[in-house]
């Protein structure tokens, strides 16, 4: 420990003793309140993972908006636009979730839930007892739960098969283009990784392979692309809420 000599009295007098004090700690600068959370972020990741991006769940429907003289496609512009200035290489993807007229909760839980955020799926699956399936015939495509039934029982698919199925079902009644299959199912490959068309076809075959005899429901449009039709015996479940079709 170290120690350093004070005088206490000034140097034109003279000096009658010498008192040893210990050096005071230095002081360091209170932590701001972005930097506590960094930090705290830092301290909770997994090993051998890294931020990539961020969700900023917003919970608000049309007529609050609109009470506050906006839409939300107003205000996901305005955060577009911040977001550019403070970070110009960042990219941003936004969505707007659905739900039921008339469902109750917060409106930021079910964003959250819709959007398939992991802490909030996880809470409900504690709160909500696993459901039988009545179903004994047809398609059930549970989107909350990400499988799919076929007359009953659960079909082997791929996580990419479903995927591919799901962005379909989402968009019921539109044909979907290869080309935005492509974009949308596989950002952030790059060009060499990306799958070209034809390799749509082939996952297109293998999801109707599994499909068996409700394979029509993922129909072809010639020199187009692919659409869902939904028949009598073919159910969408979305649990609380979900994704809209890109609507922004």
């Given at each position: 420990?170290?120690?350093?000599?004070?005088?206490?009295?000034?140097?034109?007098?003279?000096?009658?003793?010498?008192?040893?004090?210990?050096?005071?700690?230095?002081?360091?600068?209170?932590?701001?309140?972005?930097?506590?959370?960094?930090?705290?972020?830092?301290?909770?990741?997994?090993?051998?993972?890294?931020?990539?991006?961020?969700?900023?769940?917003?919970?608000?429907?049309?007529?609050?908006?609109?009470a506050?003289?906006?839409?939300?496609?107003?205000?996901?512009?305005a955060?577009?636009?911040?977001?550019?200035?403070?970070?110009?290489?960042?990219?941003?993807?936004?969505?707007?979730?659905?739900?039921?007229?008339?469902?109750?909760?917060?409106?930021?839980?079910?964003?959250?839930?819709?959007?398939?955020?992991?802490?909030?799926?996880?809470?409900?699956?504690?709160?909500?007892?696993?459901?039988?399936?009545?179903?004994?015939?047809?398609?059930?495509?549970?989107?909350?739960?990400?499988?799919?039934?076929?007359?009953?029982?659960?079909?082997?698919?791929?996580?990419?098969?479903?995927?591919?199925?799901?962005?379909?079902?989402?968009?019921?009644?539109?044909?979907i283009?290869r080309?935005?299959?492509?974009?949308?199912?596989?950002?952030?490959?790059?060009?060499?990784?990306?799958?070209?068309?034809?390799?749509?076809?082939?996952?297109?075959?293998?999801?109707?392979?599994?499909?068996?005899?409700?394979?029509?429901?993922?129909?072809?449009?010639?020199?187009?692309?692919?659409?869902?039709?939904?028949?009598?015996?073919?159910?969408?479940?979305?649990?609380h809420?979900?994704?809209?079709?890109?609507?922004?």
């Amino acid at each position: 420990m170290s120690t350093t000599a004070l005088l206490d009295r000034p140097t034109t007098a003279p000096v009658r003793h010498l008192r040893a004090v210990n050096t005071p700690a230095a002081v360091e600068a209170p932590a701001t309140p972005a930097a506590e959370a960094t930090q705290a972020a830092s301290r909770a990741l997994p090993a051998g993972t890294a931020p990539r991006g961020f969700a900023l769940y917003v919970g608000l429907d049309e007529a609050k908006a609109a009470a506050s003289g906006v839409n939300l496609g107003v205000l996901v512009d305005a955060l577009r636009r911040t977001i550019a200035e403070l970070a110009p290489s960042a990219e941003t993807y936004a969505t707007v979730a659905l739900a039921p007229v008339g469902a109750g909760g917060r409106d930021v839980d079910v964003v959250r839930l819709a959007l398939h955020e992991p802490s909030a799926v996880a809470r409900t699956k504690q709160e909500e007892p696993e459901e039988e399936d009545p179903s004994t015939g047809g398609v059930v495509v549970d989107i909350s739960r990400k499988r799919v039934l076929i007359d009953g029982e659960s079909a082997a698919f791929t996580f990419k098969e479903f995927e591919l199925l799901q962005y379909l079902v989402l968009r019921e009644g539109r044909t979907i283009e290869r080309t935005e299959l492509v974009t949308s199912l596989w950002q952030g490959t790059t060009d060499d990784d990306a799958p070209g068309e034809r390799t749509i076809d082939v996952h297109v075959r293998r999801l109707r392979a599994k499909l068996g005899r409700y394979e029509d429901i993922v129909r072809t449009v010639r020199g187009v692309g692919y659409r869902f039709d939904r028949h009598a015996d073919v159910v969408i479940r979305y649990g609380h809420g979900t994704p809209s079709p890109d609507r922004f």
